[in-house]
């Protein structure tokens, strides 16, 4: 009788019966517990990122607004230098930047400096010239007179500059202005509260549906337990040597109570249609209320920028009307209409108009369609603002919905609020999740889909035997959690097979460490890439891109190599404390990266930051190791690499969110406190080092093997094959899209770092809704080959996308894609490269399991280490885009050499 089978029968033994009406108070509480959870994140961050989407739109139209002021001048003082006159002989600059900044309450102050960087004029407040750091001019300067303006967040307002070129070509001064951004987060703070206090219920009405489809669905797997255990005796009365599952078929619902049955499939009409109306209906709403909420305030910043360009126009038709040229004869003006609503995407049309004649030269924006080219107040509202006298005046037309026109950036902000709330709640209330009984239900649920899944493939494919009795374990071994949490004792089996209450809350504790240790890391992925390609370089001939490289390849380096120095750190030293420590030395390396102004100190401190991070990690890995049972240990190290998952489903998005509002040295502090979180969640762990010692010798746990072991590991030729064919260039490539290609190109096309933030989380969402599937499929047909295979084709696919679509979109295709392809190979890529060593004779094993896995680890590490290097050579040569498909080709030569030599047959008992 299989170890299934056992457990099986004893989970329905009479004793082991549910009574579903003594569970439901505490099922009603503890639904209620998570009910309000979940609908306080969901809507808390629906909340926030919307109102950051207003504030961005917003600040957006107010910084457009100071760009074309601040262009204005600096053409002006160009057609200055043109005629011979230096910027530090043009007298009416500070008269000009003085008319600059009464145009705009916004705008503190504006400072013209040299290239050699002496004053020359200023407006307005003295004391934020110190605000300027000198490191923003150099990509200005070396840019070209082709490079746009440049925008600087810092703690004390935003900062956009530009520079003026002479005659030759060659940068001769800088201008700065600093502007406020207070009005416009207070518009944003009134449109926010103007949400919160629309929203109160639907946040009420979200609750209650929560609150009752966990019920409904807890009270709906409960029954499934009872008609399963019915039948079950039944089946044993009539032929005591039946399995169940012959009896029940392959779904496991057929009971003999067909009241029961049809009552909970009537459950699952309203349990669809209560999750559709708390997840999706209500949220969508939000969108409505923020849109009426923010069309105010949106509709003031859009007549300002109107009003702005119609007051420059109006003073360049004054001109010429002064100089002597009849109203009639303004030629030219198509022109430069043209060239104003190029600047101003926001405009729809330009045109002149003279009392209530019709209005002429009216020239519309490229993307008004031809089709609505037409003055209509439905359509269009007007600013104007007069030239002459007798209403000689330039009418200025913008989109009436343009406030609609961001719905759709607000849906994707609402589809990110519902997957960051779904991550953030199960990260940071495992805990409780873990001690209630929604925890046993949805394992027990999940076990059981994953079972018939495998049941009915098992119709028409053969399964390998060790896939289908680890599903037939797992549905056993939830079934007999979910009896134990219920108050029922298991008997010796189950008490063997499930992990004990201390050994859980130890493991929830690990988790939220790595969590929080790489949530650290994440923040920081936005926008490092950009501050450490800013800072001054040991060399002048280095490239910003090689420069921005080196502190990324020297934290891969030390997070290599703290890889083999955590065990043995461990074996010598407290485990907790060793962890304490490593946590306490990243947050002061992170908070210190914040200052950093040249590239040896940046080097020097993302050193110690991967020396930190690899130790952490690698020390909760032996920790899990240490404590956790030999069969529940797989389950337990997949904690690490799921808290690394949601760490980047969490980070990106929020870590240029703050670095965009803030400025990057927010951004650094934010990272550090959350390597302070991981400090305090370390210092609760109880980790006693002989009690964890001698469960790991009763358990047989030692460390085996030596150097020979892992040479052994690059003798083999499958081995090698995988590693250096499917493991190391996709390291190469992720860290080339991820760590350096994703932030430089983002801020080359001139985007926030939330914006960077986003695309990046594609990638990790694609990733974990994918790579648990492609696993248990992968085991199910007991194939690695056509995964991994198939994931190289994918990633492919993804640096072929970028200079295809290319722009945002092209480099959110490439994340996406690259996540699924990364997800085919993840798995399967670990299995392959085990299981050659798992079935070796022992006379004749030359290494483990285990030290293949350390050799995958390790080598693997080589491609992040050489990326950086690899993309800089390739942004020099070819550009962002090229640097991307240079690399995708290495991944297609390496997946062409990793197909041909997997076509060696493998040895008996060996997936394929």
Known sequence: MSDSTITEGAAQSPAASVDLAALRPRLRRESLVFAAIFSLALFGLSLVLIAWRTEQLLTQLSQDRVVRLLQQVADEAERGMQFGVAVADQTSLVERLQRMQSEDKALRAVFVDTDRGDPVAKAGDETLRTAIDGRWNAPLRTGGPDHPPSVRTTGRGVFVGTVMFDSTGTPAATIWAALDPTVVRQQAHHAATSMVLKALPLIVGTLFLTWWALIRWGTRVIESLQRRRHGASRAMEADPTARTDRVHGSNGTTGTNGTNGTRTQGYGKALWLALLLAGVAA????????RESARP????????????????????VARALAAGVPWSQLNGMDELFKKQLAEAPELSYLALRQGDAAATHTTWGDDVPAGQRRESEEDFSQRAINVTPDGGRIVVGYPADYVNRQLGGMLLDLVLALVIAAVLVRELSRGLWRKSLLYPLAAYAQARGWQRVQRRWQRRHAVARDAAEAHDRDAAECRA?????????QGD?????????AVASQLTLLRLTVFLVALSEELLRPFFTVFASEVRPFDVALSPTMVAGLPVAAFMTTLALAQPLGPALAKRFDLRW???????VGMFALAATSWAKDAWTLIALRATGGAAYGLALILVQTAIVRITPPKQRARGLAEVAAAIVAAGIVGPPFGGMIAARAGDVAGFVACALCMAAALVAAMRLSLDSATMGAQAAQRGLATTGGWRGYWAVLREPRAVCVILGSALPGRLVAVTVLSVVVPLYMSELQQQPAVAGRVLLLYFLCFASTATLVAHWSD???????????GGALSVLACLSLPALGGVWGMAACCALLGF???????????LTTEVFEHQPDGKATATPEQALAAFRLIERAGSIVAPFVTAIAVTAFGFAGAVVAVGIL??????????????????GVAA
């Open 821 to 831: 392809g990364q997800a085919f190979q993840s798995s399967p890529q670990i299995a």
């Open 578 to 584: 060793s962890l304490v420590l490593s946590a306490l």
């Open 297 to 316: 305030f949106v509709t003031e910043q859009i007549q300002n920028n109107a009003d702005a360009v119609a007051r420059t126009l109006s003073g360049q």
């Open 780 to 790: 199910l047909l007991g194939q690695r080959k056509p995964f991994i295979v198939l």
């Open 493 to 501: 089996r189950a008490e063997a097979t499930a992990v004990p209450a």
């Open 283 to 290: 949220p969508s709403t939000m969108v409505w209320i923020a």
């Open 891 to 908: 991944l297609t030569v390496a997946t062409l050499g990793l197909l041909a030599g997997l076509r060696v047959a493998p040895r008996a």
């Open 481 to 489: 959690q979910l009896l134990e949490a219920a108050g029922h004792r």
